[in-house]
């Protein structure tokens, strides 16, 4: 997906572009093109197994480390 800022060319499903940090996706509120609901389950199911990813190398790292509640 290229950046209509910069013009770098950004990893399809991106939403922000990875040189300058502009939003590559435009909003439907915005007038711009809608997704499909596929499309829309595709990157939310994508953003979920991220946040989970996240969420349990914080807690692996903190029980690591000694954090958590003893």
Do not use: W
């Amino acid at each position: 997906m290229r950046c209509p800022k910069c013009g770098h060319d950004n990893p399809h499903g991106k939403i922000v572009c990875a040189r300058c940090g502009s939003r590559l996706r435009v909003s439907a509120t915005a007038g711009g093109p809608q997704q499909n609901p596929q499309e829309f389950m595709g990157y939310l199911k994508a953003d979920l197994v991220r946040l989970a990813v996240v969420t349990t190398v914080v807690i692996a790292a903190s029980a690591a480390l000694g954090l958590l509640i003893r």
